[in-house]
């Protein structure tokens, strides 16, 4: 976790230069690769300053990996509070809005060339969602198809956002969100 410091506006722009110019070597090198003073040289910052924020590199990424996380929980539990399944596919317009204001970010942390544990933890926090299951249970017959459709709903919604981001988002936020929402979402019958 980064250390703590007062959260200056000074402070905010100084991590958020720091977390941008690591995305930035991340995508033509390996994490393993990146030196303190190449990200600081990109950030326009001094070493001083780097350890200043953080203890490592992996410590920097953890931090860009923590923020992100802390919105996606936020934006599941909108997600799941939603009583009628309009306003489930508007929360889903919204998160893929969100990932196209990110998408620097996004698409280096959901490729394969990001830690694989961040987008495990990402699975895992959605899978731990009980709601989720209760959305796609409507339509099943048993609690071993709900979990089932959960796991290929939320599989297949990662899917498409990684082929998303690997395009550039060649498709507009909306579109993407109609075709989670489709394909996800049981038919009310």
């Not at 030196?35 to 990109?42: G, Q, S, W």
């Not at 929360?91 to 204001?101: F, G, N, S």
């Not at 698409?107 to 796609?136: C, H, N």
């Amino acid at each position: 976790m980064a250390k703590e410091l007062t959260e200056s506006r000074r402070t905010l722009y100084t991590r958020r230069a720091m977390q941008d110019a690591l995305i930035e070597l991340l995508r033509d090198q390996p994490l393993g690769s990146i030196t303190v003073k190449a990200l600081c040289e990109r950030a326009d910052v001094n070493r001083s300053t780097f350890y200043a924020h953080y203890a490592s590199i992996e410590e920097l990424l953890h931090d860009i990996e923590d923020e992100t996380m802390a919105w996606v929980t936020t934006a599941l539990e909108q997600l799941l509070a939603q009583p009628d399944s309009a306003g489930i596919e508007h929360v889903i317009e919204r998160i893929c809005q969100y990932i196209a204001d990110n998408r620097k970010h996004l698409q280096v942390l959901m490729s394969p060339k990001a830690d694989i544990g961040f987008q495990q933890q990402l699975l895992g926090l959605i899978y731990s969602q009980r709601g989720v299951g209760e959305q796609l249970q409507s339509s099943a017959g048993y609690p071993a198809e709900a979990q089932m459709r959960m796991r290929f709903a939320v599989s297949g919604s990662i899917g498409l956002l990684q082929y998303w981001l690997a395009t550039d988002l060649a498709a507009s936020p909306e579109s993407v969100a109609h075709t989670i929402f489709t394909m996800c979402m049981p038919a009310t019958q």
